[in-house]
């Protein structure tokens, strides 16, 4: 059975700084694109960002551009979001989930093109 782990959530301060990872178990991690989600309480769930199977090309939504930034290494079956420049908004569970996408180079953003899920981790910032 495949599993996402998701780590590195806590309490952080607005303009601080958090990295969250995933580990990737029972799946051919290179053959997956991976992405972000998150979502905060009363609102839907929301993409943040994602990497290609590459690693060469990374795609984020609008409100994360310039501060969150979204690596893999794929010999670890790993994926990081570091995040910096924290506000109360970013406040949410965070999701990392496996796109099995055939191109190493496209990212795709709907939730429903993403065949695996992590069960989340929590991340609260204060302001």
């Known amino acids: 059975q495949v599993q996402l782990v998701e780590s590195g959530g806590g309490s952080v301060q607005a303009g601080g700084s958090l990295r969250l990872s995933c580990r990737a178990s029972?799946?051919?991690?290179?053959?997956?694109?991976m992405g972000w989600f998150r979502q905060a309480p009363g609102k839907e769930r929301e993409f943040v960002g994602a990497?290609?199977?590459?690693?060469?090309?990374?795609y984020y939504a609008d409100l994360v551009k310039g501060r969150f930034t979204i690596s893999r290494d794929n010999a670890k079956n790993t994926v990081n979001l570091q995040m910096n420049s924290l506000d109360a908004e970013d406040t949410a569970i965070y999701y990392c989930?496996?796109?099995?996408?055939?191109?190493?180079?496209?990212?795709?953003?709907?939730?429903?093109?993403?065949?695996?899920w992590g069960q989340g981790t929590q991340v609260t910032v204060s302001s």
């Open positions: 990497i290609s199977r590459s690693g060469r090309r990374t």
């Open positions: 029972r799946l051919t991690f290179s053959v997956y694109a």
């Open positions: 989930a496996a796109d099995g996408i055939t191109s190493l180079d496209l990212v795709r953003t709907q939730e429903v093109q993403y065949d695996y």
